[in-house]
């Protein structure tokens, strides 16, 4: 018996996550890259959305980003095959007033000149049950990159695939906000990034699925 499967399910995530942080996170994608290769989800960008949430004092803004595309690959029984990747055009970020836009995608801030677009690679995924999963990747924004592990959640549609997941992140360590006329303004440093990403299964695929339901 592997030592992992002897393990309280949580205790195992819990190992394994630490592993890959540690040091195996570069084993673990060699190995997805070696797994054969899933058919891409198609994504369903009408129904799907990547927003920020952060707060200034009490008040707390929300911003969608406008425009994003991405490659999904999944299948829970065969995660070290399983690859995501999404880029993000910085500059479609939209709080809904054109103040506060033409402030969050300035040289302080967003820099969407220098940086047009963020990314969201995936090194490798790890089940925690009952249908949810860490994702273990790389996120790029404004020139910088960071290791991030992203929980999502994941459901099986007649038609293709449902992921929600919650993304907290620090801004300052992606030199977001860093200029001298930030603090004033009382940003806090935490950000949230919340997605919601809506795949259809290929064609063929998502025939046979309709049947077998």
């Known amino acids: 018996m592997h030592l992992l499967s002897a393990l309280p399910r949580h205790l195992a995530r819990f190992l394994l996550i630490s ?10 994608t060699s190995g997805a890259q070696a797994a054969p290769g899933l058919d891409t989800e198609a994504l369903d960008l009408a ?27 999944f299948d829970p029984s065969r995660l070290g095959a399983a690859h995501a990747t999404f880029t993000i055009e910085v500059a479609s970020f939209d709080l809904g007033q054109t103040a506060l836009n033409q402030a969050a995608r300035s040289r302080d801030w967003l820099n969407v000149e220098q940086f047009p677009d963020a990314t969201f690679v995936s090194d490798a995924i790890v089940s925690a049950g009952g249908g ?17 592990v992203l929980p999502i959640s994941y ?31 009382g940003i806090a440093d935490g950000v949230t990034i919340r997605f ?5 299964l290929p064609a063929g695929d998502a025939d046979h699925e309709s049947e077998t339901h």
């Open 19 to 28: 592993s890959l942080l540690a040091g195996g996170w570069a084993h673990a």
């Open 196 to 200: 919601h990403i809506v795949t259809r």
């Open 47 to 73: 129904k799907s959305s990547i927003r920020a949430t952060f707060s200034r004092g009490k008040p707390r803004f929300t911003g969608v980003f406008r425009h994003f595309s991405g490659d999904v690959r």
């Open 132 to 148: 949810k999963y860490s994702v273990l990747g790389k996120l790029t924004l404004r020139g910088k990159t960071r290791n991030v």
């Open 155 to 185: 459901t099986q549609t007649a038609t293709g695939s449902l992921f929600d997941g919650v993304l907290p992140i620090r801004r300052l360590q992606f030199g977001v906000g860093q200029g001298a006329d930030t603090e004033p303004l």
